[in-house]
């Protein structure tokens, strides 16, 4: 092989390499993607950067073009996104835009909801809604301010306690003086209650510290939209339409609640958008592994999860979905994995809803 020959091939291998680098940063920035521009205005962008990513759905499907000042102190600043055009048929008029981070100290990028079914698609240009999310140093104030007021309950109830114990008379002024004793049992009840909400504020921000993204991990947000749609058992009829799902499959861990696979929903998604049904039962199932209490917890934020992703893809009655959580699995040949069975009836009543429990978070 001559020399020049190898220098040929050096060259053109060379030329290859620069191509191909060439259009895969293109494809990072959507330089070679059809792409249309929306806007969105907020009242503090909190550390975005033009060139930010812009994601629907989780994934990223655009960027932060510029970003600008109004030009009245009572105006707000204006993002501008470019969005990749596949975007289409799922952003509408109604969806919403929101600056979030990745964990404490993450990037910031802008995350836009998908719209309703019906609603019109936006125009190139056009202004879309925008949700001002809390920023952590808001999340930090507030956790200090409930810190304080719980310190300054239980030194209430410390105060009350040591009475109590030096035998000074409040013991016997508790015993027969019923205000007394209904106000120190409010005070009490009131500090269980601050210790708690405490708990569950520090546990949020110390997940996010560390694991950057505790709602993101666990797949919900709101711990009280679990239980709104429950039942408290499935009904005696047989269904018309059951798929069964596998857990593992769909779930990105078997520990939260968070999807992975929605592509394994659209079977269901797509029944239930064509067909009619008096109810539709979501029931999720856990693996064995872990304890009992927090899988059935699991089971219910999954069933939840999966009802939210179906109501908010395909379009139903959402009054007649409804979700149950069955805990463990034990009934199924591989108990590790868990399964999503969706039950349609076609002349079914929804059982009584389940009682307004609070589920305890995952992690």
Known sequence: MSQTFRIGLFVIAGLTILTLGVFMIGSNDFLFDHTYRLRAQFANVSGLAEGADVRVGGLRRGTVHSIELPNRPDGKVTVFMNLSMKTRNIIKTDSKAAIKSEGLLGDKFVEVTFGSPDAPEPKPGDLIGSEQTRDMADLMAGAGDLLQTANSTMQN???????????????????????????????????????????????????????????????????????????????????????????????????????????????????????????????????????????????????????????????????????????????????????????????????????????????
Do not use: C, W
């Not at 500090?191 to 950057?212: C, I, S, V």
């Not at 999954?302 to 395909?314: C, N």
């Open 157 to 363: 109830i410390d105060s009350i306690t040591t009475k109590m114990n030096s035998g000074t008379g409040t013991l016997g002024a508790l015993i027969n003086d019923k205000k007394m004793y209904q106000d120190a049992r409010a005070a009490t009840v009131e500090a269980q209650q601050g210790a708690a909400a405490f708990h569950d504020n520090m546990e949020a921000l110390q997940h996010n510290f560390f694991l950057r993204g505790f709602f993101k991990n666990r797949g919900y947000h709101d711990e009280s939209d679990v239980a709104a749609n429950e039942i408290q058992k499935l009904p005696t009829e047989q269904p018309a339409k059951e798929f069964d799902l596998d857990g593992e499959q769909i779930f990105a861990g078997k520990d939260n609640a968070k999807l992975k696979n929605e592509g394994r929903l659209s079977d269901a998604g797509k029944y239930l958008a064509a067909n009619p049904f008096s109810l539709t039962v979501i029931a999720d199932s856990t693996s064995m592994l872990g304890d009992s209490k927090k899988n059935l917890s699991l089971s219910a934020a999954r069933a939840y999860v999966v009802r939210d992703y179906l109501i908010g893809k395909f379009k139903m009655d959402d009054t007649k979905v409804k979700t149950i959580g069955l805990g463990e699995d034990k009934d199924s040949a591989d108990s590790t994995k868990g399964q999503v069975r969706i039950l349609v009836y076609t002349n079914a009543v929804a059982p009584a809803s389940a009682p307004a429990v609070r589920h305890p978070g995952m992690k």
